[in-house]
């Protein structure tokens, strides 16, 4: 590591005095946060807030982007009073984060009830007046978030939606009950915890040496195609779930599987994104779609790819034009895969 903080940092868990990366110094104090149900309650003192509503985030139109307002607990406290709501309410929040100078930060959803809770729903129309905001869907606003907001807004909405969906226990029926930082539930009748999870996805750049195989499903937006990505099954490794999920959507058996890249993906409801590259073997290229899955699938030529990638204007300017071939959003780990496999294959034909 390279970048460390100008101070020593200690803390009692730890023993002696040591000098600290930043990174490691903010990590601690998460986990400190995560683990201390007080110390994480004096983080909310001086802590700033993400709001949501119905799991949509509180947003600024700017132009053609969106800003992400962070209220403070002071005025986080004014806005629940003036809805006749206590400050009590702020411990139905979630760590999401902090900065450098261990800030706080947590997100917290006054549309969503829970189940132990007599705290009613804030009305979203009048917060929204009262805020200058909208709370606006997530997958709406992806394109207009610079990349450092998606991701808090990622994390957060994933918590908030875990916590709203898990607050009864699965073997006594109980409620459960969140820590302050949000990391887990406890069933208070057998002491079981529960902690937050995402699904394993494989998405993978199936390519046959000159061409890259992209498919589409009809949920898609038109033009669209992106790699041919599913869920991996229980017991199942990465590589397993690749060879399954090609086999399955497209009829063939791929080798030399390389991992590329992973991406935490909020939709439908939280996955991580395990992104590789694969290769067909020699001669066994015929494509079979299995129309359950995908609407369809085609070999594209690194001319067809890099042109796509080429295109200028946004998402949704390029789907207004229709163009021939869209690509995923810079934003999704699918876009980072096929430029890795353009910049790859041009590097090899310059080399040739």
């Known amino acids: 590591m390279s970048l460390y903080c100008g101070t020593f940092f200690r803390r009692k868990s730890?023993?002696?005095?040591?000098?600290?990366?930043?990174y490691v110094t903010k990590a601690r104090y998460l986990f400190e946060l995560k683990e201390d149900d007080e110390a994480c309650r004096k983080a909310q003192q001086t802590g700033l807030f993400y709001l949501f509503h119905d799991l949509d985030p509180l947003l600024q139109e700017s132009?053609?982007?969106?800003?992400?307002?962070r209220l403070s607990r002071a005025e986080l406290e004014g806005l629940l009073g003036k809805f006749g709501q206590d400050s009590q309410r702020i411990e139905d929040s979630v760590l999401v984060g902090c900065s450098n100078e261990q800030e706080a930060w947590f997100a917290l959803d006054l549309g969503l009830k829970s189940a132990s809770s007599v705290r009613a729903s804030l009305p979203k129309s009048e917060m929204e007046a009262e805020l200058g905001g909208s709370f606006v869907k997530l997958r709406q606003a992806l394109l207009q978030?610079?990349?450092?907001?998606?991701?808090?807004?990622?994390?957060?909405?994933?918590?908030?939606?875990?916590?709203?969906?898990?607050?009864?226990?699965?073997?006594?029926?109980?409620?459960?009950?969140?820590?302050?930082a949000g990391s887990k539930r406890v069933c208070p009748s057998n002491n079981i915890i529960y902690y937050p999870q995402m699904a394993p996805v494989?998405?993978?750049?199936?390519?046959?040496?000159?061409?890259?195989?992209?498919?589409?499903?009809?949920?898609?937006?038109?033009?669209?195609?992106?790699?041919?990505?599913?869920?991996?099954?229980?017991?199942?490794?990465?590589?397993?779930?690749?060879h399954r999920e090609v086999a399955e959507e497209v009829g063939l058996e791929v080798e030399n599987i390389q991992y590329s890249a992973?991406?935490?993906?909020?939709?439908?409801?939280?996955?991580?994104?395990?992104?590789?590259?694969?290769?067909?073997?020699?001669?066994?290229?015929?494509?079979?779609?299995?129309?359950?899955?995908?609407?369809?699938?085609a070999w594209f030529s690194l001319d067809e790819v890099a042109t796509a990638l080429r295109r200028k204007g946004s998402f949704a300017q390029q789907q207004r034009e229709?163009?021939?071939?869209m690509l995923?959003?810079?934003?999704a780990v699918a876009h980072h895969m096929i430029k890795e496999w353009v910049e790859k294959q041009s590097r090899s034909s310059l080399a040739a």
């Open 14 to 22: 730890f023993g002696c005095y040591r000098l600290l990366s930043t």
């Open 63 to 69: 132009g053609h982007r969106y800003l992400v307002p």
């Open 145 to 180: 978030l610079n990349s450092v907001d998606s991701s808090l807004l990622f994390t957060a909405q994933a918590l908030l939606r875990w916590h709203d969906g898990h607050q009864f226990c699965s073997k006594s029926g109980q409620p459960t009950q969140k820590n302050m």
């Open 262 to 297: 992973s991406q935490h993906w909020p939709f439908p409801n939280s996955s991580l994104m395990i992104a590789c590259h694969a290769t067909v073997k020699p001669g066994h290229t015929e494509i079979q779609v299995n129309l359950k899955e995908l609407e369809a699938a």
């Open 328 to 331: 995923p959003p810079k934003l």
């Open 322 to 325: 229709a163009s021939p071939l």
């Open 202 to 242: 494989v998405i993978t750049l199936v390519s046959d040496g000159a061409r890259c195989l992209l498919a589409r499903q009809s949920s898609f937006p038109r033009g669209l195609y992106s790699a041919l990505a599913g869920f991996c099954d229980i017991g199942e490794r990465v590589e397993e779930a690749v």
